[in-house]
């Protein structure tokens, strides 16, 4: 499958979404780096909202809008320092209608 | 705001499944409650697969069913094997479960937990959404004795806070009361809620009325993680979904959305959900890591709660229903400690765990200590090799072509231990013995 493919895909799912996006305020933050780790790397495969990509550097960064705040990246990258992780300010993020 | 001056006897962090049970339990005998909830209505954070279990509900809101959100109630539960083109499985039907009282139902999380907020404002607690708490307050001594918001205004004074604020428990980790989660112990799962009319929904499985049927699935689905899938059926929905642990995830480098539109696209899902219209995808994390991973649970004016506390039984998929019992289990141990005019301290509220010891929640824990271990260092077998050698083995009893039985047996035993040796085998079934013991 190719990586643009996986893309169109993922786009269409988060379209059906709703979200309350705080404008100029992203709640995750990738720290500047020459190259990722392979927890960051990772990212760019396993953000279940595809936040994540590789810039032409081969440095790896973030769009957070279509975030669902579920922490993998937390979890994976935190740790190191290679993000700053946070919650959206209250009211603000992913809006499940269903769960 | 005017009401950040006011004390409380208890403040509650999150509004899922054990904030909402904890809060309810502690507003209902009267104490003094605010629950603060980051998301803009209670469940808008909130993802579940989603199997409630009655009994632990009913013992916080016997009278739930009166107006709760219950999709279907269970009576069919099939446990799949699967490879890339067939499945095996258990199905389990039972009439016994058209009761009364019906002991498990699919629910819609946004929607039950917007009901059970309602119940617990009906009970007396301030529920407070769209804030996020950020920081815990201590006294010079350490206690935790309130918390800062994200709204202007500073901190609000309690003389215990609940931690209910789910898997990721930011405030837990940063406030050093527990430590981070390993990625070997959490599971990332993401799910798809399928429309389909209720018609069709009965037809397909065999259902009539408020009668529902679930699908768990292993195998191949999870390319070799360890990981499971599901499909449970809603009054007009079908919740479908897949989850594998975040370490097999990073390791594998895998995406959990191609995961997802495989296992849609499988021979055996496929025509289940046909022609459905897809109305949400969403995505959250589910504790693992069973008994060991257990933090620390109560200190001074602080307790911890639900899947915050890693409360979380994989083997069996539950969690909310632990996650109620242990909201409810440390109101009562609260209401207790105040009954008796003492100072909420670290002393005082090892009763909470002193009583969640005494409850299945811990000792259903407790039996399968040694699962996580067992199945995270043996995904590869338990998740790919068994399932499809039991595949195999399926086809070779089922297919008539004029191989002589006895040789098609000795041919599904050779693949076993072609596959895994027969110490490998031997050792496998030991040690699964073992952990479920
Ligand atoms: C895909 C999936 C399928 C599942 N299937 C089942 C199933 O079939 N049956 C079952 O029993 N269990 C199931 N579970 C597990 C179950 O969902 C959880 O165990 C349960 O939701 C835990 O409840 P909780 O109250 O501890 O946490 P949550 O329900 O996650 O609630 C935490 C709440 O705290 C809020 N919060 C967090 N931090 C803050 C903060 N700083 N300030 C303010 N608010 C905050 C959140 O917004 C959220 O509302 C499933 C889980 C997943 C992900
Ligand atoms: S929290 Fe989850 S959805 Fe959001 S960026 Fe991180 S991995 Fe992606």
Redesign the pocket.
Known sequence: MTNSGTKLRVEDKLYQNRYLVDTGRPHIKVRPHKQPSANLLALTRVCPAKCYELNDKGQVEITADGCMECGTCRILCETSGEIEWN?PR?GFGVLFKFG | MQMIKEEFDAIV???????NAAAYTMASDGLKVLQ????EY??S?????????ANMLEKIVPDFRDDAPLERHLVEQRLWVMDETSHTGIHYRSDDFNEVKPNRYTII?AQF?KWFSRRVRGAGATVLCE????ELVRDAKGKVIGVRTDRAGGAIYADVVVL?????G??GTRGGLRKMLKPEAVAL?V?EMHFLPEEVIEQRFGVKGSEGCVIEAIGTISHGMAGLG?L?TNKESISL?I?CLVSDFAAKMESPYALLDALKNHPSIRPLIAGSEVKEYAA???PEGGYKAIPQLFGDGWVV????AQL?NAVH???????MTS?RIAAEAIIQVKRRNDPMTKRNLALYKTMLDKSFVVKDLRKYKDMPALLHTNARNFFTTYPLLMSQAAQNFMRVDGTPKIEKEKATTAAFIKARSRLGLVSDAIRLALAWR
Not at chain 2, 36 to 39: A, P, V
Not at chain 2, 131 to 134: C, E, F, G, K, M
């Open positions: 919650y209250g | 962090i999150g509004a899922g499944m054990s904030g603060l909830e980051r998301g209670p469940g954070k909130n993802v579940q697969g989603a199997i409630m279990y999380r937990d804030t996020t708490v950020t209910a604020e789910g898997v990721c930011l405030l799962a799910k599901f449970y979904g989850g959250h994390l589910i709660v639900g899947d915050a979380n998929r539950e969690g909310s229903n632990l996650a909201g």
